[in-house]
């Protein structure tokens, strides 16, 4: 069974840079598609970026998709979000998603994903 693990979250000052990880517990990301998305209060999921199992990224987010940076670390199912230079708009709960085995990109979208985490709560507050 898939099981997610985010951490990384807290309170951060304008400006600052945070960097999230999720682990990735019951499968193997070799051939995962991988989702960051996040969720503002009162507002939609939606997504940051998604990393194809064959490792193709797509950023999103308009100033945002300048600021973020993905990786993914297969030997240790890991996947790291860093987002530079945050403020206020970057307040949300961040979830990372899986699709353990999407051969074939998918959009990058929630339905796309069918294992998420709980989520790490990011506050950015001066």
């Known amino acids: 069974q898939v099981h997610i693990v985010e951490s990384g979250g807290g309170v951060m000052m304008p400006g600052e840079s945070l960097r999230l990880s999720c682990q990735v517990f019951?499968?193997?990301?070799?051939?995962?598609?991988i989702g960051w998305f996040r969720q503002a209060p009162g507002k939609k999921r939606l997504p940051v970026v998604c990393?194809?199992?064959?490792?193709?990224?797509?950023f999103f987010g308009g100033s945002l998709k300048d600021r973020t940076t993905v990786s993914r670390d297969n030997v240790q199912s890991a996947i790291y979000l860093q987002i530079d230079s945050l403020t206020y708009e970057d307040t949300a709960l961040y979830y990372c998603?899986?699709?353990?085995?999407?051969?074939?990109?998918?959009?990058?979208?929630?339905?796309?994903?069918?294992?998420w985490g709980q989520g790490t709560q990011v506050t950015v507050s001066a």
């Open positions: 998603a899986i699709d353990p085995f999407q051969p074939i990109r998918k959009p990058c979208a929630v339905p796309s994903f069918p294992s």
């Open positions: 019951g499968v193997t990301l070799e051939n995962a598609a």
């Open positions: 990393i194809s199992s064959k490792n193709s990224t797509q």
